[in-house]
């Protein structure tokens, strides 16, 4: 069994527009059983339990071989994005404890759904490897300040600093010319 993990919006992604939410499913990305076979949709449940659906039908996968296959590709995205201490960050990101991002505990019982469904988006977007470092910076603010509107300041600020908005304000005088000193 294959796994990759993506987002529903990929392009890669086959039949994504279908509901997902009235199906009770969660769309973390594509599987296939054997190299010879087509990419099936691959989603969860709220239970953790790994689906295929083609067309109309909705199969369980056999959770001994969906686990570690899934975090096979969970582990491939995940270095892609955060590098080789992806599990810190994966828990710094969203709260979790190491432990709960272990192989054995992944292969055995998934991470949350909205969990792998925003790694599924990271993974696809765009800035997915810059938009999964802004994620870290946000959730270090976040574990400093609890309340989301100062985070969003402090974020803002950050951004404000680094494109000048601020300088009169802190103090940096503009310069037309490069210093020779």
Aim: proline share 5%.
């Amino acid at each position: 069994m294959e796994v990759k993990i993506m987002h529903q919006d990929n392009f890669a992604f086959p039949d994504g527009d279908r509901d997902w939410h009235r199906m009770g499913l969660k769309p973390i990305g594509i599987v296939r059983k054997g190299k010879e076979d087509e990419w099936l949709p691959l989603a969860v449940d709220d239970r953790r339990i790994a689906f295929t659906v083609d067309g109309d039908e909705v199969t369980p996968l056999d959770k001994e071989l969906a686990g570690p296959a899934i975090f096979q590709a969970l582990e491939e995205t995940c270095e892609r994005l955060w590098g080789h201490s992806w599990n810190s960050s994966v828990g710094e990101i969203f709260s979790l404890n190491r432990r709960t991002i272990q192989r054995d505990r992944v292969s055995k019982g998934l991470l949350p759904p909205r969990i792998l469904q925003m790694i599924a988006y990271v993974s696809s977007a765009d800035d997915g490897e810059e938009l999964a470092e802004a994620l870290i910076a946000v959730s270090r603010y976040a574990a400093k300040f609890k309340d989301k509107e100062i985070v969003r300041r402090y974020m803002q600020n950050a951004i404000d600093v680094f494109y000048g908005d601020f300088d009169r304000e802190i103090g940096v005088q503009p310069t037309d010319t490069p210093s020779t000193e």
